[in-house]
Every structure is written in C-alpha cells, then in structure tokens.
C-alpha cells in the first residue's frame, strides 16, 4: 500500500511530468503549471522556479491562504497559511506561526518534499501553520504611504521587525482564528526578533505555547564566514549607501531567477560554484543540500532586505552584545536619549524555549548558542543536531530533515 503522503508526491509529479490532467487545480495555476513544466523540460530544471510560495504548496495539494496586516507603522505584511493538511480540516487545530530568517521569505518552510519540508509536516501533524513575510522581503513590499523605491521605505532593522512586524502577526493570527496563544517556531533571525519582541513586550510570553529556535542567533561572537570580515566597515558602507539613496540589499527578481535557472540546477556543469557558494556562508556540509531543490531555493532567496537590517548583525559581532540597532552617538541620542544603544534582556523571555543547533554551523555556533541557553530563563530543551556536520541552512534545505530535525520539533511541541 503506497501511504497518502507518499501517493500525494506521486500524484503532483506526474501532474507535473504531463501524465496526468490538472482537472482539481484552480484554472489559472494549471495553465501556469503547464507553462512551467514544458519550460523546465526545456531548461532540465525544477519546475517551482517560477512559481511563488502560495502556487507552490497548492501544486502539492496543500490548501492555502494570503492574508495581509497592517503594522503600527504602516508596512503592510502578506502571511501565508496552510489551513490543514491532507486529513482535512478538523475543529481543533493549534497554531503554528513560522518565522522565516535574514534575506529569506514564507518560501523556505516549504523547498523540500512534503514529507520533509517543515510547513507541510506540521500540516500533517495536525496545525494550522501561518508563515508571515518580514517587511521588505519579496511578500511585504508595500505600506500605506512609502514606496519601495523610496530610500525611507527601508529605515528599519530587525528591531522593528520585533516591535512591529511579529507582535502585529501574532494578534492578527489569534484574532483570526480564535486562538488564545500559539506555537512560535523561528529559524535564524526568525529567532533573533523573537527573542527581541519579548524583551520590549514581555506580555507576549502568554500568547506563544512554546517557541522552537531552530539556529538560534541572538550572539554572533564565533561566527565565520563573510560577514565577519565585513563587520569592522558594516557601517561606514551602511551610510555610503545611504548617501547614495540605497536602502535595500539582495532583493529576488529576474536576474537571481535567471542565475538559478542556467547555472544552479543539479544538471549544469557550474552547479558546485552554487553549492559551494551556500557553504561559504552557512558553514561546510558535504551530504544532505537538496541538489534538486536548489534552482527553486535560489530562485526565492535572497528575498531582500534593508541595509540596516543586515548591518545590524554586523554590529552585533562588532559589539559583542544583544542589542539595539547602533546610529552612532548622535543618532542613538536622536532614537534612545542615551549615546550607546539599549541591550536587550534575554531574562524577559519566560515562555519555554526549544533550542535546535548544529556542531558546523557557522552563524549559530555551539558556542554563541551555548551563550544564549545561559541567559535565557526556560530553556526547556538544548538539542544538538545528531550529526557532525550539519550547517545553519540545513534546517530547512537538507534532504532528512525530517529525521535530523522535524521530528524533534514536533516532539518538543507536542509537550505543551
């Protein structure tokens, strides 16, 4: 007997292989399916290049949702949901919020196999799985006033993705579904504004269940790779660019889709420059990047962000500290009333933390994680990832990452 999961792959690829009609598909997204598959036979590429997010889920037979919320300060958020999974809906479904990690998108829960990919999983499992877009990424590029091509649509770092971007989220969230609180799972700086939110409003400890930090960042003092040789100029270039009216880096658009088209898919002969590329920057892993899912993942990531955003975790290596976005003396005057900026407090985090880390991971190091558990007040458990090399990307991307890492965290949740 083939299992529901495994017939519903079955089902999408040879929908998408041309063996089978679109007859369930909602019009619009068969006739963009149709065009994908006999591009990608023309290219030898994936078929979700081109496809967002919400088309992504639905061509494996998932339902979804957008939604859209307004923050106090006028960004306007897109939030995708996975009202249920394959068994139907049911009445009682607890919520899981999925927040995604720096320069990513409500797109890296889901690149891998349903059987993998921690939305679906989730799904599967039983949640009501929300996955909001921080402002400026691909999904959140609007507000009631501002223009992305205004460099005053991008004066915000993750502090105001912790005041405004998740806090507005999680309301809406409980308000949509009648749910008193939620399960909150971040990955990388997922986690970093989340740990900041609580700090500055502690009251939202009694809406999260329990929080599953999967490469957890909150100190970045053993970090490797790029970003730490450009973290003693982060803020000398943060205001030339700023000067030269350019307020966004790494946005998704058609040049990166073009990159992962012709040079990342698995059959090119320049694939290793992309898997080698990834390592650089997330830390050395030889046997589980999803070869096949790479043209897609790279087709949405990077998915954009500010310059200050970016620069902020620079900062965080430069200072050592847990703390507020620096504008130097008169800038934090302008902003904080003080000349240095304020420290977060980790000791404000009282909800139940779950902290998931690999031993090769070169922006969550055992070390700086170790850092974080002894600060924070409740961490219920610290799991290190059973295998020795096991990166900051692998989280989502790996080809077990149901085994290495989904199964713990719908373990861990399922205690509370």
Known sequence: MIGSAAMRVVVVVAVLAGSLALDHVPAALANKLLHERAMAQQRSTHWGVN?????IIEAFGYPTEIHHVTTPDGYILELHRIPHGMGGPSADRPVALLQH????????????????????????????VWMPNFRGNTYSRAHVELDPENIGFWKFSWDEMAKYDVPTSI??????????????????????????????????????????????VAYLDYAQGPLIEL?????????????????????????MDYL????????????????????????????????????????????????????????????????KYDYGKIGNMNHYGQATPPPYNLSEVTAPVGLFW???????????????????????LNYRIDKDQFNHLDFGWCIHTYYYVNSHVLNFLSQF
């Open 260 to 323: 992962a088209e012709n040079f990342c898919d698995s059959n090119a002969t320049t694939a290793e420059i992309c898997h080698n590329f990834i390592f650089l920057i997330a830390g050395p892993d030889s046997e589980e990047l999803n070869e096949e899912f790479l043209p897609v993942i790279l087709a949405h990531t990077p998915a954009g962000s500010s310059v200050h955003t970016i620069n902020h975790y620079a900062q965080t290596i430069s200072s050592g500290l847990f703390q």
């Open 101 to 128: 990690c720096l320069l990513c998108s409500s797109s890296d829960y889901i690149m891998n196999t349903p059987e993998e990919a921690l939305a679906y999983v989730l799904a599967d499992a039983g949640y009501d």
């Open 171 to 216: 309301d809406y969230i409980l308000a949509t579904t009648g749910r008193e609180d939620l399960y909150y799972v971040g990955w990388s700086m997922g986690t970093t504004v989340f740990f900041a939110m609580m700090s500055e409003k502690p009251e939202y400890n009694s809406k999260v269940r329990a929080m599953a930090g999967l490469a957890p």
């Open 51 to 55: 496809l967002t997010t919400t088309e």
């Open 231 to 255: 973290a003693p100029i982060a803020d000398d270039l943060d205001t030339i660019l700023t000067l030269l009216g350019v307020g966004e880096l790494l946005p998704s658009g058609e040049y």
């Open 358 to 380: 690999g031993q090769t991971d070169w922006l969550a190091t055992p070390e700086d994680v170790a850092h974080l558990a002894a600060e924070l007040p409740n961490v219920a």
